[in-house]
């Protein structure tokens, strides 16, 4: 008798590709349409080792673990306000909204907490989700960086609340700090949040001084690194600092903010990883995982 290892899980929301910035804008339309084009010639050839799930819903109780009431009322009136004008509406420089920007953003949450739910269950050995708009620069009561509701936040609270996790580590390789996400849990001693990024760069936070607050303290790493810093060199940071965060949060679950813009060539950033580094660090998270694997792969990823 052979042993019965589950698929892993690749999920998209409909709503996500939606999201409408304008060409012009970094975080444009055809990304998202050109991985889930690859994807989904590539799932033919992963038949029964890779399927798609489909999404499924996410209720008002679950982003409100996360982000304030009016932060919220605030972003569907954006939403309304671009849908009845036709056109896209800016929240900030950075951040547009667009008519179907709350069903992208909330689909996409919904999207991620389908995936933890089938891992948690052992339904799904593990999983990629393509969210869009990206989350992890969202905090509690505010957009920013092109991101709205930050989604691995929503999902480790909704791990937390609906006791499938006690303890979440989430793992960021993006080359921006992800401050939405260390804001949420700075005080946290239940969720440890680990981020090696490009420094300096957008949006200015994430010095390796800052580790935490209150009970939280220690349980925020942050490895900043210089544009252009050899990729031997950071895979050896990360596999520091990746042995820490595993050591101090024993986790139950593992969510990995993927951004993809950590690679050589993008336009945004100055790092020089390849998809095959990017694959080491994703084998040598889940080498180290006693519980379960997500990936919100939420930026920069066409």
């Known amino acids: 008798?052979?042993?019965?290892?589950?698929?892993?899980?690749?999920?998209?929301?409909?709503d996500a590709p939606l999201h409408d910035t304008g060409w012009r804008h970094p975080e444009h339309q055809g990304r998202l349409?050109?991985?889930?084009?690859?994807?989904?010639?590539?799932?033919?050839?992963?038949?029964?080792?890779?399927?798609?799930?489909?999404?499924?819903?996410?209720?008002?109780?679950d982003l409100l673990r996360v982000h304030t009431p009016e932060y919220l009322a605030l972003l569907?009136?954006?939403?309304?306000?671009?849908?009845?004008e036709g056109a896209p509406v800016p929240l900030d420089a950075d951040t547009i909204v667009s008519g179907a920007s709350w069903a992208a953003a909330t689909g996409s949450t919904a999207a991620l907490l389908t995936a933890v739910e089938q891992v948690a269950s052992g339904t799904l050995s593990s999983a990629f989700v393509a969210t869009r708009p990206p989350g992890h620069h969202a905090t509690p009561?505010?957009?920013?960086?092109?991101?709205?509701?930050?989604?691995?936040?929503?999902?480790?609270?909704?791990l937390?609340?609906?006791?499938?996790?006690?303890?979440?580590?989430?793992?960021?390789?993006?080359?921006?700090?992800?401050?939405g996400t260390q804001d949420t849990f700075y005080a946290d001693a239940t969720v440890f949040y680990l981020s090696l990024h490009q420094s300096p760069h957008y949006p200015g936070t994430g010095a390796a001084d800052e580790t935490g607050a209150g009970d939280g303290t220690g349980w925020t790493l942050n490895v900043p690194l210089p544009a252009?810093?050899?990729?031997?060199?950071?895979?050896?940071?990360?596999?520091?600092?990746?042995?820490?965060?595993?050591e101090t949060c024993r986790p139950d679950f593992i969510l990995i903010s993927a951004g993809f813009d950590v690679m050589a060539g993008d336009p945004l950033g100055g790092m020089l990883l390849k998809p095959e580094d990017l694959h080491a660090l994703t084998r040598e998270v889940m080498a180290g995982a006693a519980g379960e694997v997500c990936v919100d792969g939420a930026r920069e990823v066409g």
């Open 160 to 179: 937390q609340a609906t006791g499938r996790a006690q303890r979440v580590l989430i793992v960021d390789w993006d080359v921006h700090h992800g401050n």
């Open 1 to 14: 008798m052979t042993d019965f290892a589950p698929p892993v899980g690749f999920l998209l929301h409909p």
């Open 228 to 246: 252009g810093t050899p990729v031997a060199e950071y895979r050896q940071h990360f596999s520091r600092a990746l042995e820490q965060a595993l």
């Open 76 to 84: 569907r009136a954006h939403v309304d306000r671009a849908e009845k």
């Open 33 to 61: 349409r050109a991985l889930a084009s690859t994807v989904g010639r590539d799932l033919l050839a992963l038949h029964d080792k890779v399927v798609q799930v489909e999404p499924g819903r996410v209720t008002e109780e």
């Open 141 to 158: 009561e505010r957009a920013m960086g092109f991101c709205l509701i930050n989604h691995v936040a929503v999902a480790a609270r909704w």
